[in-house]
């Protein structure tokens, strides 16, 4: 079995859900390391440190980006060949990372991914095959390539936080390579906080991100649509769609509305010049 190295990035994690969540893959992998974002209570993450878990900690918030490539850099000199990327919120339904792997049989592929549970709205998509191949998936529970990674270079830092893992899954496929979804592996994630809404009869999902959040989503949407328009035209166009939808949710059903709404015109305006 090839050498696999676990990476959870974390700020101010619940030290009991964060246990929890790596005991659910780390017999499957061959290290952890814990690279964290400058949380307030560092002491409680580093007596998580073992012969298999080692916790990096850095002053301040340096942003998702900017720390999972501290672990592409970490991966490479300590010589693994693949990276499991998790959110400190995330964890395996059950111990199927071995799916994962086996998905690098397919040429090509520089990530495989499980499904997704969505833990507020206990939704998750079917898939008809066991390995489909998909356009863009999230950072946690991604099975990766470390020198795929190293090729491409890495995760885009002026993102910071949000769209920094569609980002990479673009430039990876812009480079030749794919992203396949695992129908065998489950991660339960949580998206935010997440709360299904009825209107007319029909279920609509809304995630209830903060406003700062909402700033960053939009600013790096616009960045990624600047960049990969002329590349990905069809997903760029479908994206643009799917952000009006979002915009939507957010007057209809969620609360701060003026606060989120500010901070997306925000981000759209900032985004126009990162």
């Not at 199927?96 to 499904?115: E, V, Y």
């Not at 939808?245 to 059903?253: A, H, M, P, Q, V």
Request: charged share 20%; net charge positive.
């Amino acid at each position: 079995m090839k050498s696999i190295l676990g990476v959870v990035i974390t700020f101010n994690p619940n030290l009991e859900l964060l246990k929890e969540n790596i005991n659910s893959f780390i017999n499957s992998v061959n290290e952890v390391v814990i690279i964290d974002n400058g949380s307030m209570k560092i002491e409680g993450l580093l007596l998580l440190e073992s012969s298999k878990i080692r916790v990096i900690s850095n002053k301040s918030n340096i942003g998702i980006a900017a720390a999972l490539n501290q672990a592409i850099l970490y991966a490479q000199k300590s010589h693994f060949d693949y990276m499991l990327t998790m959110d400190q919120d995330s964890y395996f339904e059950s111990s199927t990372l071995s799916n994962l792997l086996l998905g690098f049989k397919i040429k090509n592929a520089a990530i495989i991914c499980p499904n997704i549970k969505d833990m507020n709205s206990n939704q998750f998509l079917t898939l008809t095959k066991e390995y489909t191949e998909i356009f863009t998936t999230i950072t946690s529970g991604s099975l990766c390539k470390v020198d795929k990674l190293i090729e491409v270079g890495g995760f885009d830092s002026k993102m910071f936080i949000d769209y920094v893992d569609f980002e990479l899954c673009l430039r990876l496929q812009k480079n030749g390579y794919k992203i396949f979804r695992c129908s065998e592996s489950i991660l339960c994630h949580h998206l935010g906080k997440s709360k299904i809404y009825n209107f007319l009869g029909i279920k609509i999902v809304g995630t209830n991100h903060s406003p700062i959040r909402r700033f960053y989503y939009a600013r790096n949407k616009i960045y990624i649509y600047k960049k990969y328009f002329f590349i990905f035209p069809i997903y760029v166009l479908r994206d643009v769609l799917s952000f009006m939808k979002t915009i939507l949710i957010i007057l209809c059903f969620e609360k701060l509305k003026t606060k989120k709404i500010k901070m997306i015109l925000k981000g759209i305006w900032k985004g126009t010049y990162l």
